[in-house]
């Protein structure tokens, strides 16, 4: 059984910052990529940024420059640095994964997200 949980949303005003953490853990062998995605209310979820296991990144453009995704692979946890948040990044923000486990099975996993709030 493979978990993702996801932390760090809260309440900010426009031009704040937040910090969004996603630890993965069960029976995990290895992770692929790391992913961010979100999804505001009457909207699609939409991929905001992803990372191999070996480090490169990849964001959407209404992110660049403003958010800053990495993973710490010792621990199985991704994270999502957000500056100079906008009132249209409030969302419901997803982790997602790309993780092998330990019978080498890969498979798709979703976190149950957590929710960033942007006042203006």
């Known amino acids: 059984q493979v978990q993702l949980v996801e932390s760090g949303g809260d309440l900010v005003q426009a031009g704040g910052s937040l910090r969004l953490s996603c630890a993965a853990s069960?029976?995990?062998?290895?992770?692929?990529?790391m992913g961010w995605y979100r999804q505001a209310p009457g909207k699609q979820r939409e991929l905001v940024a992803t990372?191999?296991?070996?480090?490169?990144?990849s964001y959407a453009d209404s992110v660049k420059g403003r958010f800053t995704i990495s993973r710490d692979n010792a621990k199985n946890t991704v994270y999502l640095q957000m500056n100079s948040l906008k009132p249209e990044d409030a969302a419901v923000y997803y982790c997602?994964?790309?993780?092998?486990?330990?019978?080498?099975?890969?498979?798709?996993?979703w976190g149950k997200g957590t929710l960033v709030t942007v006042s203006s």
């Open positions: 990372i191999t296991s070996g480090g490169i990144t």
């Open positions: 069960g029976n995990i062998f290895s992770i692929n990529f």
């Open positions: 997602n994964a790309e993780i092998y486990t330990s019978t080498r099975n890969a498979g798709n996993y």
